[in-house]
């Protein structure tokens, strides 16, 4: 699974802002638009507003005017404590780095407990004229089976991963380029957004992206080196639990889980810790940077590596299927620069309790 180091089947990845993309016309006339891949420079003036805030208080108590979209999006509360986190399962990927299984302590966070939706992003691009990377670059991926067919002939897909498009005019706004909105799409997570982005809304929001090991603890729920978010059976009694794909990837999805592409952030039952989607959906930006190897010892608030360009990415998404991309089970990771948007990638908020 090398290509984890770039990305993963379910993470196409292309440096943004280089010249001589070998991804084809599309995506290099757009590219050579794009300033440096540097994030927004309104962030500084979004930096100013964070200084009024006081991140100690609960931020569904202190949320007032600056992020109104949490009404439905509640957070919780999480103790923090001792966990297990990584697996050495057989069907995990080793290359990934999801082993080996080592003890990690927490401190209290709190977590959304689901995926930010394009209601509550518009509000931030509101408020503070954010202008996205996909924006910027004038481009980001989307899934080939999304497009009618000319907007599919034209586009450049990378040849690791020929189902993703680079889409000119695809943003979150436009998730399948233009001429598509997120009209009807307000409670689903908003995506095609950079690691960049997240930060800037998390900045806005006075939260901050989870840390991976943050991420994981939330998403086990409270069990103990299962499989998934609330058990070690992908359908338990039949049930789907999870927004993934169902028939034969990536040319029949037969929806049996109610969705083709993204699903409201609270569909489906929540797991231990009442956080909805953890698997599945759309995978999400974490804050640490990408890195295989984990130290055995026993570790408090880890944070990742200090160096690498990459950021971490959990949860898998819709388009994660069993033969080819099992990365929905709780401890499967990847990886994206974090400039990269993709219309499976979206991210939720944390916070120091
Ligand atoms: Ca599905
Ligand atoms: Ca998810
Ligand atoms: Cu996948």
Redesign the pocket.
């Known amino acids: 699974m090398d290509e984890a180091e770039s990305g ?3 993470a196409p990845s292309v440096d943004r802002g280089a010249a001589g993309l070998s991804l084809g016309p599309t995506v290099r006339a757009t590219a050579d638009r794009a300033p440096d891949g540097a994030p927004d420079g309104a962030r500084d003036g979004v930096r100013g507003q964070d200084r009024s805030r006081d991140r100690g208080q609960s931020p569904r108590g202190s949320q007032g005017q600056e992020d109104p979209g949490r009404e439905r999006d509640a957070s919780v509360l999480l103790g923090g404590g001792s966990f297990l986190m990584g697996t050495q399962d057989t069907d995990g990927f080793p290359d990934d780095g999801e082993g080996p299984v080592r003890e990690v302590v927490l401190s209290p966070f709190r977590i959304d407990a689901c995926a930010v939706t394009n209601d509550r992003f518009a509000r931030f691009a509101e408020a503070t004229g954010h202008v996205t990377e996909a924006e910027r670059f004038g481009w980001s991926f989307v899934f080939a089976g999304f497009l009618p067919a000319a907007l599919r002939r034209g586009a450049a897909r990378p040849p690791q991963t020929p189902w993703w498009c680079g889409v000119e005019g695809a943003t979150w706004r436009t998730p399948e380029g233009p001429g598509s909105s997120v009209a009807d799409r307000g409670d689903h997570p908003v995506v095609h957004l950079s690691w960049n982005d997240a930060v800037a809304y998390c900045r806005w929001a006075g939260a901050r992206l989870p840390t991976e090991a943050e991420w994981e603890y939330a998403a086990r729920g409270g069990l103990v080196q299962n499989r998934y978010p609330w058990g070690n059976e992908l359908t338990p009694e039949g049930e789907h639990r999870c927004n993934i794909w169902q028939g034969h990837f990536p040319t029949k999805n037969t929806a049996e889980d109610g969705y083709r592409g993204t699903a409201p952030v609270d569909a489906y039952e929540p797991n231990g810790h009442g956080l909805h989607n953890m698997a599945g959906n759309v995978w999400e930006w974490c804050a640490d940077r990408w890195g295989t190897r984990h130290s055995e010892r026993p570790r408090t608030d880890p944070k990742g590596p200090s160096q690498g360009t990459s950021r971490v990415m959990r949860g ?2 819709y ?2 299927h069993s033969s080819y ?1 099992n ?1 929905y089970r709780v401890a499967a990771r990847t990886a994206n620069t974090p400039d990269s948007s993709t219309g499976n990638l979206g991210f939720r908020c944390a916070w120091d309790a």
Do not use: A, E
Request: glycine residues 12%; charged residues 10%.
């Open positions: 993963s089947c379910c898998g998404s388009l994660c991309c990365r």
